[in-house]
């Protein structure tokens, strides 16, 4: 799967390099803002089994706080990025505090509910947040001599970040905290009788999942220069869930494969199907009863019986897959 | 003082909403996130039916009768399919939900599609001192008569007997000779039909408009997070309550009108996760 | 010889239902204690009141000369008391070792580390080998749980407690539902248990269960109806009533 991700990531990479258009560039740009959004809701999702439909107050937030804090707040653009992390990070460990002392459809509400306040927030604080028209006028950052406004420059910068993110959070994922987060979530009850801390796991995974939300709103917010409460709606907040679904949430690629698929369909799928969302929709239930994990858990399934006919292969990652 | 009635019919129309999410998350654990959906689906299929001419009752009953039949056919072709997977559920709601939405764009487009209130409905009665439109009225009588209905259908008969027994403990249900496919297939059609039932009435009010699905939900949210999951009482008193600061509050405080909406529901979620009004059994 | 753990006067109900009423008990340490009783005697809620799943209405419990019976269970499980379930609660996708390796890492501080890898902890590996050895379970190390027989799965939930270095173990029914040859595969490995630990044992199955026991306490109707030394409460009249009664 390793390699199979790697070509993918090649390939993508080489499209990029001769055929840059700008707008595929900029495309491609959001496919690794996503997937790097994807990949930290499955990390909640996927590893300590909680849904949240709020995951979009982490994106929205760290993104209407760098845009804020470097046009009004005259900040520099690396600046406002740290700060804006930050504040979102202390946000959602308050938030997470709370939210982590309850499960399953309690959670779902909770989460749902600061995705909405957030949400609100942004459409209603209209003096801070421009409301409806969004704040804009926002400049990327330069790193040295490489100017970041430069399509294919930026692609690359959001590539090395998804790619670095995407190293951690695999490595968090094989590491004891990862076995001890997937524990958890399959037995909370002999969990805490052996020792762990429940609570303390399940919220260090919300505010993992949220900073890399976070970074994901900032590279957003540098990609458009501009920030609205769309990204902060119910609506993405589904989006990307679906991202998270349809790749497989348990799976070490799977929610890029989902975003892959989840973008790609939205923006090129209107020539064939005239109701994308629709069909979204329509997938998502499929995937939900023929392939509750994912297509990446299925499409690995199908390349290893292919090599190899014997016992199963044990996924890279001693977790549930 | 219009605030108040507009607080009162649109918390009328908020319980419906509700009633029929505890319903279907009471007997089923399944919240269903596209009852929103339903409820956007009763108000166009209610416009259609009265731009069709059909009197307004008529009206009712097709939006009602149309989100049932959906909400059977999904609750029997997807979610007993998925079987006991929680999630599982959940996200098949969501996708309902997004089908419903997407669908009703392209059938009816995206401009908000006004309804006429009926005919001897559409006069203002005095009442102390001030005027108010009739139908909002009606929209709260109406609801406050199903809420009573409901709650004799629940308390009173057997079916509601067996309903409260039925909601612990499946095994107890099946026991009793109710068969469950039957009950969560009726359970899911009556919520929804409560929904789009909810949908109809509001649409001369609110008209029915794209997005309404996802401005509604919340807000049935909130109302089950503070009223308690299993309370009747507790979603009737907190829809007012809800659709009061709703109401009011983009008046009073138009930056924060969602903060303060939503801000308790957080609170009461963290520290008592059953509700105001729930037990802990739930 | 002083008492690992003291409990008195505890008393548990549930909304208007007493479970259990005025029990006290006192565990030597190093005993071999086993609570016996018909169904709804309350056996399973006084160890889960001793384990922390419960809190108790009234009464109190002392482990080690500290007062517990306010703390959570994952707080007991630090200062040494370890359970198993009646129900496996095992994870089921991950293999034996590594279920042990889990179970190993819970009271060490590295569980907090998210850069050492999972299959990188060589000495809670090793350990774990060790008490998988100790259960018998070792040549099934590799083996994902979800393949294992139900006897083996029940000796991983000793293998389990065991990881936790516990001084008090709770075992709830660890014979239940295995087969007479698993049963006494059970109580061999019951048996080794190191002396230093002590242990009390909720059972139904008196006869295997007699043998590993020391002192025996039988419940009825949420009391302690006779306790003592084993062979006296084997001998007893009232231990008789208990069980006949029925």
């Known amino acids: 799967m390793t390699r199979f991700a790697l070509l993918l990531l090649v390939v993508v990479a080489g499209l990029g390099v001769f055929s840059p258009s700008d707008f595929y560039l900029s495309f491609a740009s959001r496919i690794c803002i996503y997937g790097l959004y994807a990949m930290s809701l499955a990390l909640l999702l996927g590893e300590a089994g909680l849904m949240s439909f709020g995951h979009t107050a982490f994106f929205g937030i760290a993104a209407y706080g760098v845009g804020w804090l470097s046009t009004a707040g005259g900040l520099d653009p690396w600046v406002a990025a740290a700060a804006a992390l930050a504040i979102a990070s202390a946000i959602g460990f308050a938030f997470g505090a709370f939210a982590v002392r309850v499960t399953d459809t309690a959670f779902v509400m909770i989460t749902l509910a600061l995705g909405q306040v957030a949400w609100g927030l942004a459409y209603r604080w209209v003096s801070v947040t421009g409301g409806d028209n969004g704040l804009t006028g926002i400049a990327r950052p330069s790193i040295g001599p490489a100017d970041l406004t430069r399509p294919l420059t930026f692609l690359v910068f959001c590539g090395l970040v998804l790619f670095v993110s995407v190293l951690a959070i695999d490595r968090l994922r094989g590491s004891a905290l990862g076995a001890s987060i997937r524990g958890v979530r399959d037995q909370p009850r002999r969990m805490s009788a052996l020792g762990y801390n429940v609570w303390a796991i399940r919220l260090a995974t919300f505010v993992c999942s949220g900073f890399f939300a976070s970074v994901a709103g900032i590279l957003d917010c540098w990609q458009q220069r501009f920030v609205s409460p769309v990204s902060l709606s119910l609506l993405d907040a589904t989006l990307v869930l679906l991202m998270v679904v349809i790749g497989g949430a348990r799976s070490r690629f799977g929610p890029l494969v989902g975003t892959v698929v989840v973008m790609g369909f939205n923006e090129f799928a209107d020539h064939f199907v005239s109701r994308t969302q629709a069909a979204l929709g329509v997938v998502l239930i499929l995937i939900v009863i023929f392939m509750p994990s994912g297509i990446a858990p299925w499409l690995q399934g199908r390349m290893s019986s292919r090599r190899s006919a014997g016992a199963p292969k044990l996924s890279e990652v001693g977790g549930a897959k | ?282 | 010889m002083t008492d690992i753990l003291e409990a008195h006067g505890l008393s548990k109900g549930f909304g208007g239902l007493t479970i259990i009423s005025d029990v006290s008990v006192r565990i030597p340490a190093g005993d071999r204690r086993l609570v016996l009783g018909p169904n709804g005697a309350g056996k399973t809620t006084l160890l889960n009141l001793l384990a922390g799943e419960l809190f108790p209405g009234a009464g109190h419990i002392v482990f080690e000369g500290r007062r517990i019976e306010r703390l959570s269970s994952m707080r007991r499980a630090r200062l040494g008391i370890g359970r198993t379930f009646q129900v496996l609660t095992l994870f089921e996708h991950n293999t034996v070792l590594d279920n042990v390796v889990l179970a190993a890492l819970g009271h060490s501080p590295g569980r907090w580390n998210p850069f050492r890898a999972f299959h990188d902890l060589t000495s809670e590996q090793a350990r774990a080998k060790s008490i998988l050895d100790m259960v018998d379970l070792g040549r099934l190390a590799n083996r994902r749980v979800s393949d294992c027989a139900y006897g083996e799965k029940r000796r991983l939930e000793i293998a389990l407690v065991l990881a936790q270095r516990p001084k008090l173990l709770l075992l709830d029914e660890p014979f239940a539902g295995l087969s007479a040859a698993e049963r006494r595969h059970m109580l061999a490995v019951i048996t080794a248990i190191p002396p230093e630990l002590s242990i009390v044992m909720v059972e139904h199955d008196m006869e295997l269960a007699l043998q590993f026991a020391r002192h025996v306490t039988i419940m009825q109707s949420g009391r302690i109806v006779v306790e003592g030394q084993k062979e006296a409460v084997v001998a007893d009249p009232k231990a008789r009533e208990v069980y006949l009664g029925h």
């Not at chain 2, 939006?63 to 929680?86: C, D, H, K, P, S």
């Open chain 2, 1 to 282: 003082m219009t605030y108040l009635l507009s607080s009162l019919s649109f918390g009328g129309l908020l319980f419906l909403v509700t009633a029929g999410f505890c319903l279907i998350f009471g007997i089923m654990r399944v919240p269903n996130l596209a009852h929103g959906g339903f409820f956007m689906l009763g108000a166009y299929v209610g416009v259609a039916a009265l731009r069709a001419g059909l009197p307004f009752p008529l009206a009712v009953l097709a939006g009602g009768l149309a989100t049932a039949a959906l909400g059977a056919v999904f609750e029997a072709g997807v979610l007993r399919r998925i079987g006991n997977n929680e999630d599982a559920q959940v996200l098949a709601t969501v996708g309902l939900a997004l089908i419903i939405g997407d669908s009703i764009l392209t059938v009816w487009g995206g401009n908000p599609l006004r309804a006429p209130a009926p005919e001897a409905l559409r006069t203002s009665i005095q009442l102390a001192g001030a005027f108010f439109p009739a139908y909002r009225l009606a929209v709260l009588l109406v609801s406050v008569l199903i809420a009573v209905l409901l709650w004799l259908l629940i308390e009173r008969t057997r079916l509601g007997a067996m309903l409260r027994a039925g909601v612990d403990d499946l095994k107890m249900t099946r026991a009793l000779g109710i068969s469950v496919p039957l009950l969560f297939s009726g359970t899911f059609a009556f919520g929804s039909c409560l929904a789009g039932v909810a949908g109809v009435l509001a649409a001369p009010i609110l008209s029915a408009y794209p997005g309404m699905d996802f401005d509604m939900l919340p807000l049935a949210l909130v109302v089950v997070v503070l009223g308690g999951m299993g309370s009747l009482l507790g979603a009737f008193v907190g829809s007012f309550l809800v659709a009061a600061v709703y109401v009011v509050g983009p008046v009073l405080f138009p930056e924060f009108a969602y903060v303060i909406l939503f801000l308790p529901m957080m609170i009461v979620m963290a520290i008592r996760p059953q509700g105001l009004f729930g037990s802990a059994s739930h």
